[in-house]
C-alpha cells in the first residue's frame, strides 16, 4: 500500500482512482515491488510537471505491506494507519519504505533506483519504532531535511503495545483546544477509560511544536506531596542544585518546555499546589464546579457498570483503555448531560 500526501494531480494516469481526505491520498497494491514503481513514476512525474506557481509542487509518498480489511470498499487497519506514520514524517520529494516493503522489493527494484537506510526511527503511533529506508534516482532529489520522527524531539514517550485507534476524535478534540490557545487541559473520567494513552497520543502529536520536548510525569505511585516537585524535575532531566527548591526548578524549566502531567493522585497535586482560600481570586471547589463534576464522574462510572455488568466493567478497567469500557462511558455520559441539560 502507499499513501502519498500532495497539492497537484499528476499521478492519475499512473494509478488512476484514489481513496483519501484532503491533500492525502492513498492506493493498494497486489505486490510490493509494483507500489515502489509507483512511487518512482509519481515522483518523476511531479519533477517533469510545469507548474505555474513560483515554486514547483511536490509530493511526499510512503510504502508499507501489511495486512488489510476491505469492507464497504475501503481499506482498513493497523497497516494502514502505519502506512500513513511513515510518509507523515517524510518531505516533499521523498519516497520512504518500511522494513517490510525492503525486504519484499530486494533484487527486484526499478532499473536505476537505489535504498537509503535511514535507520530505526520512532512513529507518532508510538508503537515499535520502524526502520526505514529512502527509495532514490540519479533524476530526482535525494538530500532533505532530517526526518520528522517521533525522535526529532527530546520526550520520555514509551513504546506502547498497539497503535490508539478509534480515538482519532478525542485527539483532534483536545488538540484543537491547545491549539485555539488553551496551556492546561486536564481529561477526567473512571478508571481505564484510557486517559493516560489518550494524553501520551496528543502529547506525540504535538512534540513537533514543543521545542523542549514532551514529557510525561507518572505521579500515581507517589503518596508524598513533597516528593511531586522531584518526580517532575528527574522526568524533564532538569537537575537540582544550589538549595534551591525543587518547585522553583520545575516552573523555570516548564516556562520553555512542554509537558504532560499524568496519573490520578489528586491529594498530592493539590497539596503541591496549594492555594490561598482566602484570595478573591482563588474559586472554591463549589463555585470551580470541581463537586459537581466528581458527581457527573461517579455518576457516569455507575453508569458504565450498569451497560457493561460489573464483572465486564473490573475486566475492562484492569485491561486499561478497552473499547467497550469507552463506550460504555460516552453512553452514560451523554444519557448525564441529556438528563441535566449540562456537559
Not at 499521478?11 to 497494491?29: K, N, T
Not at 527530546?154 to 484543537?176: D, K, S
Not at 497539596?271 to 482560600?277: H, I, M, N, Y
Not at 464483572?311 to 473499547?323: H, I
Request: with cysteine.
Amino acid at each position: 500500500m502507499c499513501t502519498l500526501a500532495r497539492r497537484g494531480t499528476p499521478w492519475s494516469e499512473i494509478v488512476g482512482e484514489l481513496r483519501g481526505e484532503g491533500d492525502s491520498r492513498f492506493a493498494v497494491f497486489s505486490s510490493a515491488p509494483d507500489a515502489v514503481a509507483a512511487a518512482l513514476a509519481i515522483q518523476r512525474a511531479f519533477a517533469a510537471e510545469p507548474w505555474p506557481t513560483p515554486r514547483p509542487i511536490s509530493v511526499r509518498i510512503g510504502v508499507h505491506a501489511g495486512e488489510a480489511e476491505l469492507r464497504d470498499g475501503d481499506y482498513y487497519g493497523s497497516a494502514v494507519n502505519r502506512c500513513a506514520r511513515i510518509r507523515g514524517i517524510g518531505h516533499g520529494g521523498q519516497v520512504l519504505l518500511s522494513a517490510a516493503v525492503v525486504a519484499l522489493v530486494a533484487g527486484g527494484l526499478p532499473t536505476g533506483a537505489s535504498l537509503t537506510d535511514l535507520g530505526e526511527l520512532r512513529l507518532k503511533d508510538l508503537t515499535q519504532p520502524e526502520r526505514v529506508a529512502q527509495l532514490t534516482a540519479p533524476d530526482l532529489p535525494s538530500q532533505f531535511p532530517p526526518l520528522a520522527s517521533l525522535g526529532a524531539r527530546p520526550h520520555n514517550l514509551p513504546v506502547q503495545p498497539t497503535a490508539l485507534l478509534g480515538r482519532e476524535q478525542a485527539v483532534a478534540e483536545v488538540l484543537a483546544l491547545f491549539g485555539s490557545g488553551t496551556r492546561l487541559v486536564t481529561l477526567t473520567g473512571p478508571d481505564g477509560t484510557g486517559k493516560t494513552r489518550l494524553s501520551m497520543q496528543v502529547a506525540a502529536e504535538m512534540v513537533d511544536q514543543l521545542a523542549d520536548g514532551a514529557w510525561l510525569v507518572e505521579l500515581a505511585p507517589i503518596a508524598d506531596p513533597a516528593l511531586v516537585p522531584s518526580t517532575i524535575a528527574q522526568a524533564l532531566g532538569v537537575r537540582e542544585f544550589g538549595g534551591r527548591p525543587a518547585l522553583d526548578v520545575v516552573r523555570a524549566s516548564a516556562v520553555r518546555s512542554g509537558f504532560v502531567v499524568t496519573e490520578q493522585n489528586a491529594p498530592a497535586i493539590a497539596e503541591v499546589c496549594a492555594l490561598d482560600p482566602t484570595d478573591p481570586d482563588v474559586l472554591s471547589d463549589e463555585e470551580a464546579g470541581i463537586e459537581r463534576e466528581q458527581a457527573l464522574i461517579d455518576q457516569a462510572e455507575a453508569a458504565a457498570r450498569n451497560v457493561l455488568g460489573d464483572d465486564a466493567f473490573e475486566a475492562a478497567r484492569a485491561e486499561g483503555a478497552a473499547l467497550p469500557l469507552d463506550e460504555a462511558v460516552d453512553i452514560a455520559v451523554a444519557a448525564l448531560a441529556q438528563a441535566t441539560d449540562q456537559v
